[in-house]
């Protein structure tokens, strides 16, 4: 336990393919001038360098947000890869996108939409959670750092506990109630994919509608190949609308000819959204291809969408 770090995979593909779902999918809730409850379960430290140890160590990004934001990488991207690739150039001002020294994680990307001019006068909340003893403190320090106030809450707690006491989330002024979940955990743990299935089976319990997105990797392993499949399930059950995407980038070729292939990590992963906002499928049918096309990279590439209810 803990010996996952996210900064050793910040702007991985897996990272792409997760924040650009988020944010499209906030993009379609913030369109209604009514409060949100986001609540981030495994939130990371928050923001990350992009040229510290760990991310030079483990080279994720550049296979991810640096292969994908290099000059001619996609030709007129989608709305919502546009939308994704301005939001993490905004964290990097004035910076050509080879030398973007940091990387928002999912909290960060949240509080940038919520404070957005025309967000700021609906007042959302942020809730995050996060356990580790070193990554905890520093989400504390980098959320300080942008004087949110009360907005912006975070608890050194476990957020599959943590979630059931912010659902359903408060009423708005004339009633209405609304919530978008991300569920993100680093699955180090083999019980988190049973812990993942009843988040979502009591959250659906307590707040049919609210907007959930679970992030999983698509690895040898039963656990990981039945949970988005009791996903589907639990929504189905619940009458829910859901949404699936997921994204392999395949095994890097050999260097050169006659040697192994790169040892190829984690090549791929799948986000499932339960109650997706409408136009969140056609969004991500003109992304997915692009960010295909940017970052495949040999052999099993290859990306999936399907939605349902
Ligand atoms: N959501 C982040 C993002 O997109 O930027 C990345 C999160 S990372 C994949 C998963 C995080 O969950 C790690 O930082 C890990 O320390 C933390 N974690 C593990 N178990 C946890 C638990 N039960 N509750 C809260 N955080 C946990």
Known sequence: ?????????????????????????????????????????????GLYRLDDGAARV????????????????????APALADYL??????????APSDWRLYPGSPFLMHAL????????????????ELHPTDAPSLHTHIAQL????????ARQDGFEGLKGLLPPPAAEGGSRRALVLIDPSYEIKSDYGKVGAAIQDSLKRFSTGVYLIWYPIIARPEAHSLPRRLKTLAQQAGR????????IGTAPAA?????PQRPGLTASGLFVVNPPHPLAEALGLALPQLLHALGRGRGQGYTLDSGG
């Open 1 to 45: 336990m803990f010996s996952y770090r996210h900064a050793f995979h910040a702007g991985n593909h897996a990272d792409v393919l997760k924040h650009l779902i988020l944010l499209a999918t906030l993009r379609h809730l913030m369109r209604k001038p009514a409060p949100l409850t986001l609540i981030d379960t495994h939130a990371g430290t």
């Open 86 to 95: 301005a939001l993490v150039a905004s964290f990097n001002p004035g910076v």
């Open 114 to 129: 919520m404070t957005e001019p025309e967000r700021t006068a609906v007042h959302d909340r942020l809730k995050l959670f």
């Open 58 to 77: 483990s080279g994720e990004a550049l296979e991810g947000i640096a292969r994908l934001a290099a000059p001619g990488a996609v030709a007129g991207p």
């Open 147 to 154: 004087e949110a106030g009360r907005r912006v809450a975070v």
């Open 256 to 260: 050169r000819a006659g040697d192994e």
């Open 241 to 248: 609308g859901w949404l699936q995407a997921t994204l392999s």
